[in-house]
T-cell receptor, first 114, second 110 residues
Framework: ETGVTQTPRHLVMGMTNKKSLKCEQH?????MYWYKQSAKKPLELMFV???????ENNSVPSRFSPECPNSSHLFLHLHTLQPEDSALYLC?????????????FGPGTRLTVT | TQLLEQSPQFLSIQEGENLTVYCNSS?????LQWYRQEPGEGPVLLVT?????EVKKLKRLTFQFGDARKDSSLHITAAQPGDTGLYLC??????????FGSGTRLSIRP
C-alpha cells in the first residue's frame, strides 16, 4: 500500500450536499494535515492533528469539519459549500521529531462545487 | 504573518540549460523543504535543509539554505524534460507552523 492515500480523487457536489473526504497514511506518522490548493494561491494549511489532537485551525469556515479517529485516518466533512471552495484538497502526514516536519502528501481530491 | 516568496513564478528553458529558483522570507525557519508537484498529483519531497549555509545535492539538483535560515535556492544543472513541474519551498517552525511558497512552474523544452 502506498504511503498516503486519498478518496475520492474527484468529487462534484452541489452547494446543499454533504460529503466527506478520506485520507489514510501507512507511514507510521503521528501528525496529519489538510491543505487547500487553489489556482494562483500558495498551499493553505487548513487543519493539523498531532497525536490525534487538533492543534491548528487556520480560520477555516465551519462548513469544513475535520475528524481524526486515529493516527492513520483523517476525514474532512463538507457541508453547504460555496463555489469558491472548489480546489484541490491535499492530505499529508509527517513524523514529529522536533527538527523538521517533512510533509508526505496524498494525490489529492479535486473538488468542484456547483 | 510569515510569507515565503518564490521567484521566478514561471520559467521556460531549453533542455541542457542551467537554472536557479529562489525562496525568500523575512522570517527564520527551523528547517526548509523543497517539493516538486506534477499535474494531478500531490507534492513530492525532494530535500530538507536544516543548518544555515547547508548545501545538499541530489543528482543534478543543488539546494542551499541561507546562513540566516531565511532563504534558500534550488539550482538545476543541464535541465531535462523530466524536471518539468511545479517547485514548492516550505518553511516550518513547528507542526502547526508550516508555510508554503507560491511555487515556480518550470517547463523544459526538448
Amino acid at each position: 500500500e502506498t504511503g498516503v492515500t486519498q478518496t475520492p480523487r474527484h468529487l462534484v457536489m452541489g452547494m446543499t450536499n454533504k460529503k466527506s473526504l478520506k485520507c489514510e497514511q501507512h507511514l507510521g506518522h503521528n501528525a496529519m494535515y489538510w491543505y487547500k490548493q487553489s489556482a494562483k494561491k500558495p498551499l493553505e494549511l487548513m487543519f493539523v492533528y498531532s497525536l490525534e489532537e487538533r492543534v491548528e485551525n487556520n480560520s477555516v469556515p465551519s462548513r469544513f469539519s475535520p475528524e481524526c479517529p486515529n493516527s492513520s485516518h483523517l476525514f474532512l466533512h463538507l457541508h453547504t459549500l460555496q463555489p469558491e471552495d472548489s480546489a484541490l484538497y491535499l492530505c499529508a502526514s509527517s513524523a514529529i521529531d522536533g527538527q523538521s516536519y517533512e510533509q508526505y502528501f496524498g494525490p489529492g481530491t479535486r473538488l468542484t462545487v456547483t | 504573518t510569515q510569507l515565503l516568496e518564490q521567484s521566478p513564478q514561471f520559467l521556460s528553458i531549453q533542455e541542457g540549460e542551467n537554472l536557479t529558483v529562489y525562496c525568500n522570507s523575512s522570517s527564520v525557519f527551523s528547517s526548509l523543504q523543497w517539493y516538486r508537484q506534477e499535474p494531478g498529483e500531490g507534492p513530492v519531497l525532494l530535500v530538507t535543509v536544516v543548518t544555515g549555509g547547508e548545501v545538499k545535492k541530489l543528482k543534478r539538483l543543488t539546494f542551499q539554505f541561507g546562513d540566516a535560515r531565511k532563504d534558500s535556492s534550488l539550482h538545476i544543472t543541464a535541465a531535462q524534460p523530466g524536471d518539468t513541474g511545479l517547485y514548492l519551498c516550505a518553511g516550518d517552525s513547528s507542526a502547526s507552523k508550516i508555510i508554503f511558497g507560491s511555487g515556480t512552474r518550470l517547463s523544459i523544452r526538448p
